[in-house]
T-cell receptor, first 116, second 118 residues
Framework: AQKITQTQPGMFVQEKEAVTLDCTYD???????LFWYKQPSSGEMIFLIY??????QNATEGRYSLNFQKARKSANLVISASQLGDSAMYFC?????????????FGTGTQLKVEL | EAQVTQNPRYLITVTGKKLTVTCSQN?????MSWYRQDPGLGLRQIYY???????DKGDVPEGYKVSRKEKRNFPLILESPSPNQTSLYFC?????????????????FGPGTRLTVL
């Protein structure tokens, strides 16, 4: 079974609107962390936001927020007031807590296109 | 400036010609890792290192070697590259997280190396 599932290969959104990118995860570990990364066309991986499994509140970082629904095992990224520069590939990733180290398991990504 | 650097950024080579992709970080991180990115598959871990002289296989280690002789460097070696190793490669680093400890430490990624094996 896939550990991280991103069901939207591509999304379109109009500038200044909000958009939600879906991510569901699968783990039996009670301790885990969820990450979102942005990959623009230039290729680099840019960290956006982190949510820990024990965090009581949803994480927010500027225009990014993470809609964390633990019982549903979902960690959707919400981008408010989309900008043209938000056009990129977005990856959801998970780090499970039991083992040491920092291995990230990634989803297959969602390509977001922001239109005028 | 805190960063992870990779060289080369682009490489076209032929089947069987040994190559090394270098990775260096200046953040004193213990943990370093290599990932490959392929269309439709996301990023998959190749090898990782918890500290100097400590390395282990990730999910897709076949055809790759690594070494960690110094804390800052973690080269990826392809002894006999094949076309199925054509991919975008990322090196990443972070502080090592102990087992059972939930940490916000994020991984910093290098700029990527685009490798084509003909």
């Amino acid at each position: 079974a896939q550990k991280i599932t991103q069901t939207q290969p591509g999304m379109f959104v109009q500038e200044k609107e909000a958009v939600t990118l879906d991510c569901t995860y699968d783990t039996s570990d009670p301790s885990y962390g969820l990450f979102w990364y942005k990959q623009p066309s230039s290729g680099e991986m840019i960290f956006l936001i982190y949510q820990g499994s024990y965090d009581q509140q949803n994480a927010t970082e500027g225009r990014y927020s993470l809609n964390f629904q633990k019982a549903r095992k979902s960690a959707n990224l919400v981008i408010s007031a989309s900008q043209l520069g938000d056009s990129a590939m977005y990856f959801c990733a998970m780090r499970e807590g039991t083992g040491g180290g920092n291995k990230l398991t990634f989803g297959t990504g969602t390509q977001l296109k922001v239109e005028l | 400036e805190a960063q992870v650097t990779q060289n080369p950024r682009y490489l076209i080579t032929v089947t069987g010609k040994k190559l090394t992709v270098t990775c260096s970080q200046n953040m004193n991180h213990e943990y370093m890792s290599w990932y490959r990115q392929d269309p439709g598959l996301g990023l998959r871990q190749i090898y990782y290192s918890m500290n100097v002289e400590v390395t282990d296989k990730g999910d897709v280690p076949e055809g790759y070697k690594v070494s960690r002789k110094e804390k800052r460097n973690f080269p990826l070696i392809l002894e006999s590259p094949s076309p199925n190793q054509t991919s975008l490669y990322f090196c990443a680093s972070s502080f090592t997280r102990l087992a059972g400890v939930l940490s916000t430490d994020t991984q910093y990624f290098g700029p990527g190396t685009r490798l084509t094996v003909l």
